[in-house]
């Protein structure tokens, strides 16, 4: 069954009496809204689209006009049609011209804060970005891989997940910068662990094992005797990892050994280390050394 033509001044939205200059301007901004490569979700945009160039095909040609006013679609010729279609075609061109370019959405960014371990080891967090700018705003929410090893400032792209884009354009990306918060004992250079660690001036002089603690947990470490404020002992494989896996090589941790030094000393304490410094200059320590060094121990371990 054949459409029913609707009358071509309704189809535009103008008057009977409307001049060249009204119909020009009611068909463009049909053609705009109508147009089915700004709506291809909107099948029936295209027949309605046929439609209003075929009003205006007619309406915009004087000769076309005036036969229509008297006998309406009566007239099966399409006189008047053909003469006026490179009129047609030039304003479907200007509005073409004049519709608006796709626009890329614009890329977000999200900060997100881990631990030391965490940057160390990897991890999985979940973030959440807010969407829309209403009282009320939809959340998303996305899973977040953090590799072994990611340093500050690293940055995860998420495709196509930034602000939606306009005309028709792509959406931006969604870009996550690791922030790794300061450690309280633990500093990285490289894939190196930095600490620093305060021994006794009794386990400086005399030696010790004590415990040191690494990312992994406390390990103890042997401090030989005669040991120098600043030394810096290698406690190998327990820095930060190099890739991903449990078998992966790793960095080492490089420990600074710092000295305290008894803020209050008894008598016998200052009598006993006036004693021993001034036989440190000697070059061989007499015979009792042994039991110097022995009552100096015993006074410092107190």
């Given amino acids: ?37 700004v709506n291809p979700d909107r099948p029936d945009f295209a027949e309605r689209f046929k439609e209003i160039n075929e009003a205006y095909a007619v309406l915009s040609d004087k000769d076309a006009r005036t036969r229509y006013d008297r ?18 075609e030039e304003v479907l061109g200007d509005v073409l011209r004049r519709r608006k370019p796709k626009q890329r959405g614009r890329d977000l960014r999200y900060t997100l804060e881990v631990s030391f371990e965490e940057a160390a080891f990897g991890c999985t967090k ?30 995860k792209m998420i495709k196509a997940e930034g602000e939606a884009g306009k005309n028709g354009g792509s959406a931006g990306d969604l870009h996550v910068i690791v922030r790794v918060k300061e450690h309280a004992m633990f500093r990285r250079e490289g894939h190196d662990v930095l600490s620093d660690l ?11 094992v004590v415990d040191v603690a690494t990312i992994d947990g406390n390990v103890r470490m042997r401090i030989p005797e005669a040991t120098q404020p600043g030394r810096v002992f290698r406690i190998r494989g327990r820095g ?7 078998n992966a090589a790793r960095g080492d941790q490089l420990v600074r050994v710092t000295i305290t030094v008894p803020s209050q000393l008894t008598s016998k304490q200052r009598e006993l280390i006036a004693e021993l410094d001034e036989l440190a200059g000697n070059d061989r320590l007499p015979v009792q050394k042994r039991s110097l060094l022995d009552r100096v121990r015993s006074l410092l371990d107190e």
């Fill in 126 to 155: 979940s973030i959440q970005i807010p969407e829309g700018d209403g009282p009320v705003k939809k959340v998303r929410e996305f899973s977040v891989v953090i590799p072994p090893g990611t340093r500050e400032g690293g940055v």
């Fill in 71 to 88: 006998w309406g679609h009566g007239d099966g010729s399409g006189g008047g049609v053909g003469s006026v279609i490179d009129a047609v």
């Fill in 240 to 246: 930060i990892p190099r890739g991903p896996g449990k």
């Fill in 1 to 37: 069954m054949a459409r029913r033509r609707r009358d071509y001044y309704d189809v535009l939205g103008v008057a009977k009496d409307a001049d060249e200059a009204e119909i020009k301007r009611a068909y463009r901004e049909l053609a705009r809204k109508l147009h089915p490569d």
């Fill in 198 to 208: 305060a021994i006794s001036f009794g386990q400086a002089a005399l030696g010790a």
